[in-house]
């Protein structure tokens, strides 16, 4: 199931083809064009084009940084942790699940095929025109022309790449979730309740789930078609697991991080498997 709004696009998927004339269909050999300049770092991350809005991204990141360490924590205990056992349920997993948060925690460079060269994550902002522009089969597609084209795009991971596009849409919404918005689990149907959307659009989230498609392709061998729905995203196998970003996603806000007041406060929330 697709989240409720598409605000995150996988180049790639072959499920959204049909939805920008085919641009999501890109080979490998396919590259990108990024004006020069204007590129700062955060960790081993590279921030590009985003001009002014640079340190936003930056912000968004240490937000991360914050997190992942009671998450990454959390993996040592394998199935005796209540978020684990939800979302992995299987300790044979640990060292898989730890090993991408730790890398997301630092951004670290990796290649994507045996005897590449080691590729750093990328976030690339697409707040104008001819700033990144894609090469296919002799074409030139323009990242800010597909975010503009759809206006509810806020993201977009550009597989076998180390790219992830940000569009304009992102810098509108809340770095973290508001009060109110974190899931909360329903004890009597073992449920999430709550508005997925309102806790979705949150910039750390939303990176967190592009930075976790990057390091789960390099990563982890199998692969499974993506699942946005929060509910059936816990009643994966453990492999189909350890491959589905919203599964990192929801075992990182298990300590559920949202603002009040301009102050961040944690909620405890995973249902139990």
């Known amino acids: 199931m697709?989240?409720?709004?598409?605000?995150?696009?996988?180049?790639?998927?072959?499920r959204e083809v049909r939805q920008t004339g085919g641009i999501e269909d890109l080979p490998p050999e396919t590259t990108a064009e990024l004006a020069p300049n204007d590129i700062t770092k955060s960790n081993d991350y590279t921030i590009q084009h985003c001009s002014?809005?640079?340190?936003?991204?930056?912000?968004?990141?240490e937000s991360l940084y914050d997190v992942l360490p009671l998450?990454?924590?959390?993996?040592?205990?394998?199935?005796?942790?209540?978020?684990?056992?939800?979302?992995?349920k299987n300790s044979y997993y640990e060292t898989v699940v730890h090993g991408i948060l730790s890398r997301v925690t630092i951004g670290v460079p990796l290649r994507l095929d045996f005897g590449k060269e080691l590729l750093v994550p990328s976030l690339v902002c697409a707040l104008k025109p001819d700033t990144v522009i894609i090469?296919?089969?002799g074409q030139e597609f323009d990242i800010y022309d597909i975010c503009k084209g759809n206006p509810t795009w806020a993201l977009m991971y550009y597989p076998k790449t180390p790219n992830i596009f940000i569009c304009p849409l992102f810098f509108l919404m809340p770095t973290l979730p508001a009060v109110g918005n974190c899931p909360t689990v329903?004890?009597?149907?073992?449920?999430?309740e709550g508005n997925f959307t309102a806790f979705w659009q949150s910039q750390m989230y939303m990176l967190?789930?592009?930075?976790?498609?990057?390091?789960?392709?390099?990563?982890?061998?199998?692969s499974v078609d993506e699942t946005m729905d929060w509910n059936y995203a816990f009643s994966l196998s453990p492999m189909n697991a350890t491959s589905n970003a919203l599964n990192y996603v929801l075992f990182v806000a298990s300590k559920c991080i949202f603002t009040w007041n301009g102050r961040s406060y944690k909620r405890l929330v995973s249902p139990r498997r």
């Open 52 to 61: 002014l809005l640079a340190p936003q991204v930056q912000n968004v990141l």
């Open 71 to 88: 998450a990454i924590r959390e993996t040592h205990y394998g199935v005796t942790s209540a978020p684990y056992q939800a979302f992995f």
């Open 186 to 192: 329903n004890e009597a149907t073992n449920q999430f």
């Open 2 to 14: 697709q989240a409720p709004l598409p605000l995150v696009k996988a180049l790639g998927d072959q």
């Open 208 to 222: 967190l789930h592009e930075i976790a498609h990057f390091y789960i392709g390099v990563t982890v061998e199998d």
């Open 135 to 137: 090469h296919k089969a």
